[in-house]
Structures are given as structure tokens and as C-alpha cells.
């Protein structure tokens, strides 16, 4: 596993980096104030907002130097990967932002999304397209105490790895959740 969640972290890196300053920015006690989290008030992703100004960010490989896009219809086409998201967060969670890569002849297409969760822990989802044979839901035990558990798995041809300071057992609840088709864009 240790090498599938290296690869996934290379790639992620401006995703987790996100992840980990918001992470910093909530701090350990406050995560570990509400273990439901992920269970509360379940509410649809598109009903959700964002946290701040909306913010997708997607590079397009094929021109040197990449170009970055920010308008999701635009990234759609051309992204080539299943994505793979949980219908429901809890009522107050918030997207903070979205971002990839298309066109990536060397590592492929890649998306991901991070939201804060209502008590003010981060929630990440990192997708790419799966290298290797299936892989089992499996967690990576963090190294410190309030630091993100980092879990992956696959579905079809997808590889995905999620970060959070959640338990094991509701981080495999959300890998049991998660559904292609899930609209994730806020309404308002």
C-alpha cells in the first residue's frame, strides 16, 4: 500500500497540502469534539456552498506550459475518469475546492475535492485512474495523534484515496457510499 499512497500523494500534492493547512487551521480538538461527523444531517453535495469564492482549478497538459481552467462544462469532455463521490455530506459542511488535471499523458487525468466538515475538519477525495489490479479499501495509520487517517481503494477503474479526521469505520462507510453521476456543483 505504502507505494500506491505515495504515488497518490505526489500526484495530490497541492490537494493534500490544502487538506493539511486547513487542518492546521481547525485543530486537533475540534475534530475530535464530534465522531459522527460524516453521519450527521446528510444533506445532497449540490445543496452544499462553497466555503469562500469558488475555486476550480484544473491543468490541461497538453500545451507547454499547461494552461489552467476553472470552468467546469469546459474540463467535463476531456476529463477521461469515472468519478466516484458520496451523495450526502453533513448540513454545514462546505466546498473549498476543486482541482486536477487533464491531458496527463505520464500520470493521466486526476480530480480532486476537498470540503470542511461542520466542526471544521477536512474532508479530501482524490481520484485517478487505477495503474495496477483492484485494491481493497485499506487506511494508513496516521503518524500522530489529530492527524488526517488516510484511506484508498478502488472502484472500477478508479484508484481513490481520502483523507480525513475521521474514524476507519465511517471513512469505509463513505467508500461504501460513494456514486458516479453525483452532482457536487453548489446551486447557490
Not at 99 to 127: C, K, M, N, W
Request: proline letters at 10%; hydrophobic letters at 40%.
Amino acid at each position: 500500500m505504502g507505494e500506491r499512497v505515495s504515488c497518490f500523494i505526489r500526484r495530490g500534492l497541492p490537494l493534500l497540502g490544502l487538506m493539511l493547512v486547513i487542518t492546521a487551521c481547525a485543530g486537533p480538538q475540534q475534530a475530535q469534539a464530534n465522531h459522527k461527523t460524516l453521519s450527521n444531517h446528510p444533506v445532497p453535495l449540490a445543496n452544499l456552498h462553497w466555503c469562500g469564492s469558488p475555486l476550480i482549478t484544473f491543468e490541461d497538459k497538453q500545451h507547454s506550459p499547461p494552461t489552467i481552467i476553472s470552468n467546469w462544462p469546459a474540463i467535463v469532455p476531456s476529463l477521461h475518469l469515472f468519478i466516484y463521490l458520496p451523495p450526502t455530506l453533513p448540513a454545514g459542511s462546505c466546498l473549498v475546492t476543486v482541482e486536477g488535471a487533464i491531458h496527463d499523458t505520464v500520470q493521466g487525468d486526476h480530480f480532486g475535492i476537498s470540503y470542511l466538515l461542520p466542526d471544521r475538519s477536512p474532508l479530501s477525495i482524490l481520484e485517478s485512474p487505477l495503474t495496477g489490479p483492484a485494491s481493497p479499501f485499506q487506511c494508513q495509520v496516521p503518524s500522530q495523534s489529530g492527524a488526517a487517517l488516510i484511506c484508498q481503494g478502488s472502484r472500477g477503474q478508479t484508484a481513490i484515496l481520502i483523507a480525513a479526521r475521521e474514524t476507519r469505520a465511517q471513512l469505509q462507510a463513505l467508500f461504501r457510499s460513494l456514486a458516479t453521476g453525483v452532482r457536487w456543483q453548489p446551486t447557490s
